[in-house]
């Protein structure tokens, strides 16, 4: 969750409700807290930004909770590439394996137009690219003729 959204009250009913959480909290709040249920953990990154970790996690050293806290904002960071620059703000189902493929064709797809080159003129943006690739696809081949080709019973009336 959000920094924004973690208050102590809502900490404690997670606490009690044997859920287990690491979250960042916000540097300037209160640190009254019951020591008991939960600890606060403050870390400074390489820039030199201070970040407090809230966390119920007794069994794991400080530095291995602030890791854990980066490879969450990892995936987190990677989320938001996939949804802003990939356009997968939609996800088409909730199976998990739907999704992973979702992700690897929308992934393949956006490697493909970054190592395509086209002619100057058509652009330079993604979009550009694609549009591109789709009239040369069209002018060389239709996809029409693949499934047929790969499924001659459908030729059968």
């Keep these: 969750m959000d920094r924004g959204f973690a208050s102590w009250k809502f900490l404690e009913s997670l606490s009690e409700r044997k859920c287990l959480f690491i979250v960042r909290i916000k540097n300037n709040m209160r640190m009254r ?34 890791e854990l806290y980066r490879h969450q ?33 929308v992934l393949i797809a956006y490697l493909i137009l970054e ?20 009239l040369e696809l069209s002018r060389r081949c239709s996809i029409v003729h693949w499934r047929f080709d790969w499924q001659p019973e459908l030729l059968v009336p």
């Design 33 to 66: 807290f019951n020591h008991e249920r939960y600890r606060v953990i403050q870390f400074f990154d390489e820039n030199g930004t201070e970040f407090r970790i809230a966390t119920n996690l007794r069994h794991l050293s400080d530095e291995e909770v602030s």
């Design 115 to 134: 190592l395509v080159e086209i002619p100057e003129y058509f652009g330079r943006k993604r979009l550009d690219k694609l549009r591109y690739l789709q």
């Design 73 to 105: 904002w990892a995936i987190e960071n990677l989320w938001k590439f996939l949804k802003m620059h990939l356009s997968l703000d939609k996800l088409m189902t909730k199976s998990l394996n739907w999704v992973i493929n979702q992700i690897y064709r």
